[in-house]
């Protein structure tokens, strides 16, 4: 079975929450490689539309297209303030930049401790913490959906000078690992 875009936008809007990819690819009897084709695709057809398709690694969600933010917030009122501090927007940047990040290497790259403004970021549902699949016995920080849409990015390789700072903080994260 393969999905439509009925379908697939249907599930999408009905969900009060991002999906898994993988509970796509189960629902829709295909392979992952075919639900990121088929995403890909679907997103495409989104360009004249109010909303956008996001992704991270592992969900993907329906957000209001970024030229709309303004509208809906119009409409609907800020509802909490935007302000995250000088600590949530450097941890942010390197969640963003990594992809996901452990608090041992967030910590490392900004110099002090990170706790306090990590909570702050989960507890807005800018970032998402499941544990390691290299280290059971950590979590990950992960961007969320949310954090993406807000931003009116897709996915996080639209970042600005993504390439080069991505590689720069694994670099970073590689030397943190050596002196351990």
């Known amino acids: 079975m393969h999905a439509t875009n009925q379908q697939l936008e249907a599930l999408l809007i009905a969900s ?4 898994r990819c993988k ?3 189960r629902i829709f009897q295909c392979t992952d490689a075919e639900i990121a084709q088929y995403l890909d695709a679907y997103a495409g057809t989104l360009s004249e539309r109010g909303f956008v398709l996001v ?3 592992t969900t993907v969600a329906l957000a209001v297209h970024p030229q709309c933010n303004s509208l809906i917030e119009k409409f ?5 303030p935007h302000e ?7 941890i942010l940047a390197i969640i963003l930049y990594k992809k996901e990040a452990t608090r041992a290497a967030i910590e490392y790259i900004r110099g002090v401790n990170s706790s306090f403004a990590l909570r702050t970021l989960l507890m807005r ?6 544990l390691s699949s290299e280290d059971a016995r950590e979590y990950m920080y992960r961007p969320t ?4 849409s807000h931003l009116g990015l897709t996915a996080t390789t639209e970042l600005p000078n993504f390439s080069s700072v991505h590689a720069l903080l694994t670099e970073i994260d590689q030397r943190s690992k050596e002196n351990v």
């Open 145 to 148: 959906v949310e954090l993406l």
């Open 84 to 90: 995250l501090g000088q600590a949530g927007m450097e």
């Open 23 to 25: 509970d796509l690819s």
């Open 125 to 130: 549902g800018l970032v998402e913490r499941v």
């Open 55 to 57: 992704r991270t690694e």
């Open 16 to 19: 009060d929450e991002p999906i």
């Open 76 to 80: 609907f009122g800020a509802t909490q």
